[in-house]
Protein backbone atom coordinates (compact mmCIF):
# COMPACT_ATOMS: atom_id res chain seq x y z
CA UNK A 1 0.00 0.00 0.00
CA UNK A 2 2.67 2.16 0.75
CA UNK A 3 4.98 1.60 -2.40
CA UNK A 4 1.89 1.82 -4.69
CA UNK A 5 0.60 5.01 -2.57
CA UNK A 6 -2.99 3.41 -2.12
CA UNK A 7 -5.63 2.97 0.48
CA UNK A 8 -6.59 -0.43 1.72
CA UNK A 9 -9.83 -0.28 -0.70
CA UNK A 10 -7.91 0.67 -3.29
CA UNK A 11 -5.53 -2.06 -3.23
CA UNK A 12 -8.43 -4.74 -2.81
CA UNK A 13 -9.54 -2.92 -6.05
CA UNK A 14 -6.41 -3.65 -7.87
CA UNK A 15 -5.54 -6.90 -6.58
CA UNK A 16 -9.52 -8.15 -7.20
CA UNK A 17 -8.23 -7.03 -11.42
CA UNK A 18 -5.24 -8.73 -11.43
CA UNK A 19 -6.93 -11.65 -10.07
CA UNK A 20 -9.94 -11.01 -12.80
CA UNK A 21 -6.57 -11.01 -15.60
CA UNK A 22 -4.90 -13.38 -14.34
CA UNK A 23 -7.15 -16.47 -13.36
CA UNK A 24 -9.92 -17.66 -16.00
CA UNK A 25 -13.42 -17.81 -14.74
CA UNK A 26 -14.66 -20.98 -14.20
CA UNK A 27 -16.25 -22.50 -16.84
CA UNK A 28 -17.80 -25.99 -16.77
CA UNK A 29 -16.64 -29.16 -19.21
CA UNK A 30 -19.47 -28.71 -21.14
CA UNK A 31 -18.88 -25.29 -21.75
CA UNK A 32 -15.43 -25.86 -22.48
CA UNK A 33 -16.08 -28.03 -25.10
CA UNK A 34 -18.84 -25.76 -26.79
CA UNK A 35 -16.09 -23.33 -27.22
CA UNK A 36 -13.78 -26.25 -28.40
CA UNK A 37 -16.14 -26.44 -31.54
CA UNK A 38 -17.03 -23.58 -31.96
CA UNK A 39 -13.48 -22.04 -32.63
CA UNK A 40 -11.91 -25.52 -34.54
CA UNK A 41 -11.21 -26.57 -38.25
CA UNK A 42 -13.21 -29.80 -38.69
CA UNK A 43 -11.18 -32.14 -40.64
CA UNK A 44 -14.15 -34.17 -41.79
CA UNK A 45 -12.50 -37.50 -40.53
CA UNK A 46 -12.91 -39.33 -37.16
CA UNK A 47 -9.54 -40.92 -38.48
CA UNK A 48 -7.34 -38.65 -36.24
CA UNK A 49 -9.27 -39.54 -33.42
CA UNK A 50 -6.27 -37.68 -30.62
CA UNK A 51 -7.41 -34.46 -32.71
CA UNK A 52 -11.12 -35.08 -31.24
CA UNK A 53 -12.21 -34.22 -34.56
CA UNK A 54 -10.33 -31.33 -35.29
CA UNK A 55 -7.85 -28.66 -35.45
CA UNK A 56 -8.73 -25.80 -32.82
CA UNK A 57 -7.54 -22.20 -32.42
CA UNK A 58 -4.31 -21.26 -29.94
CA UNK A 59 -3.06 -24.53 -30.10
CA UNK A 60 -0.10 -26.37 -31.14
CA UNK A 61 0.13 -29.71 -33.04
CA UNK A 62 3.41 -31.80 -34.04
CA UNK A 63 2.82 -34.35 -36.63
CA UNK A 64 6.16 -36.86 -36.95
CA UNK A 65 5.67 -39.55 -39.45
CA UNK A 66 8.59 -40.95 -41.96
CA UNK A 67 9.46 -38.87 -44.55
CA UNK A 68 7.57 -38.59 -47.98
CA UNK A 69 3.96 -39.79 -46.47
CA UNK A 70 2.81 -36.32 -46.84
CA UNK A 71 3.08 -33.92 -44.03
CA UNK A 72 4.34 -31.50 -45.32
CA UNK A 73 1.47 -31.25 -48.85
CA UNK A 74 -1.10 -31.85 -45.71
CA UNK A 75 -0.61 -28.84 -43.28
CA UNK A 76 -0.45 -26.57 -46.17
CA UNK A 77 -3.63 -27.77 -47.37
CA UNK A 78 -4.68 -27.18 -43.85
CA UNK A 79 -3.45 -23.94 -43.56
CA UNK A 80 -5.47 -23.06 -46.37
CA UNK A 81 -8.49 -24.12 -45.36
CA UNK A 82 -7.95 -22.82 -41.75
CA UNK A 83 -7.17 -19.03 -43.42
CA UNK A 84 -9.99 -19.69 -46.09
CA UNK A 85 -12.92 -20.94 -43.43
CA UNK A 86 -12.17 -18.12 -40.89
CA UNK A 87 -12.22 -15.28 -43.66
CA UNK A 88 -16.03 -17.11 -44.81
CA UNK A 89 -17.14 -16.51 -41.07
CA UNK A 90 -15.27 -12.92 -40.39
CA UNK A 91 -12.45 -13.66 -38.19
CA UNK A 92 -8.95 -12.55 -38.90
CA UNK A 93 -7.10 -15.91 -39.29
CA UNK A 94 -3.37 -16.67 -38.87
CA UNK A 95 -1.38 -19.53 -39.46
CA UNK A 96 2.44 -21.00 -38.45
CA UNK A 97 3.76 -23.75 -39.93
CA UNK A 98 7.14 -24.47 -38.90
CA UNK A 99 9.26 -26.42 -41.71
CA UNK A 100 12.11 -28.01 -40.35
CA UNK A 101 13.15 -29.96 -43.39
CA UNK A 102 12.86 -26.72 -45.38
CA UNK A 103 10.28 -28.18 -48.01
CA UNK A 104 8.18 -24.94 -48.03
CA UNK A 105 7.48 -23.44 -50.93
CA UNK A 106 5.48 -20.43 -51.62
CA UNK A 107 4.46 -21.56 -55.27
CA UNK A 108 3.01 -24.51 -53.64
CA UNK A 109 0.67 -22.48 -51.64
CA UNK A 110 -0.58 -20.64 -54.62
CA UNK A 111 -1.26 -23.66 -56.37
CA UNK A 112 -3.58 -24.84 -53.69
CA UNK A 113 -5.76 -21.56 -53.32
CA UNK A 114 -5.80 -21.53 -57.53
CA UNK A 115 -7.50 -25.12 -57.03
CA UNK A 116 -10.25 -24.27 -54.34
Known amino acids: MSTLQLSFEECETLLDRLYAL ?5 QS ?19 LAMLH ?26 AVRAVLSG ?3 GWNTSVICIDTETAFRAE ?9
Open 22 to 26: CFPKY
Open 53 to 78: GGLHACTVIEFACPAGVGKTQWCLHT
Open 29 to 47: AFTLSQEEEKFSLSLGSNQ
Open 108 to 116: RIVEIICKR
Open 87 to 89: ESI
